[in-house]
């Protein structure tokens, strides 16, 4: 296990306010990270810096031991594909269209066969083939955030014949998705990794956070305070001080992972029960 990205000592301001501080951690090559937290804590923040969307106020970003400002576009454009929150378009494109947008100018040149067995491959992986002649603009949220997963995708096949070593940043990429497409969503991240990348999700669910994650980073007032395997770093105190609520983890055969359910459920249900209560 090699590490792609390290970022040391990042602090973030805006108008005095410290976004990001006393941020340090490291990507792997072959693992899955998720940062998790309430609102506010700072987590798409902390993913910008380390795309080099946002330049930090203090502290580096080291993309395979070189500054990740110093980094051309071009370079960055192959190793490292980026799904943010919001991406809107105000053009009529397809669905199609927008996939192929993470070719354009990415890796070595592409035959034209090549070119659409990547298209292909990343809408299916998406579960948006059958959309592929849709306008964009008339998909629904959900719709709209799987195409720009097919978009990433491409990307990071496209940009595989320049860099081996690559990175995947998902900016809460399931907040608009209903159960099915979640899963399917995390199940492809992972199995990007599998594959040698490294990726970095930002998340908001604390159960599925906990089951696709190798490493955990939980920030609060724009600090990581705690990052780690989730079975290692997560407690009922650690919830308690972070997200200020009276849930307690219960650590559930046979993988021994923590799941949330509220205290007075713990209570009165039985082992069976949990089980499906924690699934």
């Known amino acids: 296990m090699t590490t792609i990205l390290e970022a040391r000592d990042l602090h973030f301001r805006v108008r005095g306010t410290a976004l990001v501080r006393d941020a340090s951690l490291q990507l792997d090559a072959g693992t899955t990270s998720i940062i998790v937290g309430p609102n506010g804590a700072g987590k ?21 031991g070189a500054p990740l400002a ?33 070719l354009e100018g990415v890796g070595r040149a592409q035959s034209r066969s090549r070119s659409e067995q990547i298209i292909a491959e990343a809408l299916e992986t998406a579960g948006v083939l059958g959309l592929a002649s849709r306008e964009y603009q008339t998909l629904s949220g959900g719709e709209q955030q799987r195409v720009q997963f097919a978009r990433a995708l491409c990307q990071l096949e496209a940009g595989r014949s320049v860099a081996e070593r690559q990175i995947l940043f998902l900016d809460e990429p399931i907040a608009s998705l209903d159960l099915c497409h979640q899963l399917a969503l995390l199940d492809a ?3 990007i990794a ?57 650590r559930l055969p046979p993988t ?14 039985t082992g069976p029960a949990l089980r499906a209560a924690g699934a």
């Not at 576009?73 to 809107?88: E, F, G």
């Not at 159960?207 to 079975?231: C, F, R, S, W």
């Not at 923590?258 to 713990?266: E, K, V, W, Y």
């Open 70 to 102: 110093g980094a051309p576009a071009w370079k960055l454009a192959c190793q490292r594909a980026v799904m943010s929150q919001n991406q809107r378009l105000a053009f009529p494109f397809s669905v199609y269209e927008v996939a192929r947008l993470g």
């Open 194 to 250: 599998t594959q040698g990348a490294a990726v970095l999700i930002v998340l908001h669910d604390l159960n599925l956070a906990v089951t696709y994650a190798d490493k955990l980073l939980v920030m609060h007032e724009g600090a990581i305070v705690a990052q780690g395997a989730p079975a290692a770093i997560l407690d009922d105190a650690l919830l308690r001080g972070v997200f200020r609520v009276d849930l307690a983890f219960s």
């Open 44 to 64: 798409s923040t902390l993913l910008k810096l380390l795309t080099g969307e946002l330049t930090p106020a203090q502290g580096n970003v080291r993309l395979d």
């Open 256 to 269: 021994g992972l923590p799941f949330l359910l509220p205290q007075q459920h713990l209570r009165a249900t």
């Open 189 to 191: 991240a992972r199995a």
